[in-house]
């Protein structure tokens, strides 16, 4: 079982760049979210879905943008990317359509932005 | 606004040893709680969600325990092994945007 699916796993950005992290789930779930995790700060959350078409804002979405076209998909967006976006991004998965339920987490992409 | 804490911020005890690990947060109005762990340079791994009815969870080795009442949830590790070692989070869930996660406890097992 692929559960969730994030790339890349590693990635080096240019202040000002963009890039889109991809998030991917087997599991036909309806509820997807993207989190943030820095020492000192523990996981945050940026965005989530509940639903195809369906996205909000969470915690700290300053920067991020996200889209849900389908199901399975849940990219999110840096548009011009700073040093303060330099972190450890985790998508996660839920078979719930507010989340209620067990929560699965993506291996991880590793952002460092100069 | 709620806060999740856990303590100790690391833990380090022999092979063989049932530990507790800690988890308390300050809003008692919570769906569920959730237990992770997260070997270095890894994602979050699921390991017992409890529900808001519920009092705990058993997973083989495993025993998750939640009062709401007192804003307290236990991690309960019976017969400790090396490969236990890991960070060990909690996550108190609100709703959709509202998961937050404790800053977690460092867990050593010295052979």
């Known amino acids: 079982n692929a559960g969730v699916t994030q790339t890349p796993k590693f990635q080096v950005l240019k202040t000002g760049q963009s890039m889109t992290l991809q998030c991917a789930q087997d599991?036909?779930?309806?509820?997807m979210s993207w989190y943030r995790q820095d020492p000192g700060m523990g996981l945050r959350l940026i965005h989530y879905s509940v639903g195809a078409g369906i996205t909000d804002q969470g915690e700290v979405p300053n920067g991020y943008n996200v889209s849900r076209s389908t199901t399975e998909d849940f990219p999110l967006r840096l548009l011009s990317a700073a040093p303060s976006q330099t972190s450890v991004y985790f998508c996660a998965s839920s078979y719930a359509r507010q989340g209620y339920g067990e929560l699965f987490f993506g291996e991880g992409s590793r952002l460092t932005v100069l | 606004k709620q806060e999740v804490t856990q303590i100790p911020a690391a833990l380090s005890v022999p092979e063989g040893e049932n530990l507790v690990l800690n988890c308390s947060f300050t809003?008692?109005?919570?769906?569920?709680l959730q237990w992770f762990r997260q070997d270095p340079g890894k994602g979050l791994t699921s390991l017992l969600l409890i529900q808001s009815s519920q009092r705990e969870q058993t997973s083989g080795r495993l025993n998750a325990s939640l009062d709401k009442s007192s804003g307290r949830s236990t991690l309960y590790i019976a017969a400790s092994q090396p490969g236990d070692s890991a960070t060990y989070l909690c996550?108190?869930?609100?709703?959709?945007?509202?998961?937050?996660f404790g800053q977690g406890t460092r867990l050593t097992i010295n052979p």
């Open positions: 599991m036909n779930h309806e509820y």
């Open positions: 996550a108190a869930f609100q709703g959709a945007q509202k998961l937050v």
């Open positions: 809003d008692s109005a919570i769906y569920n």
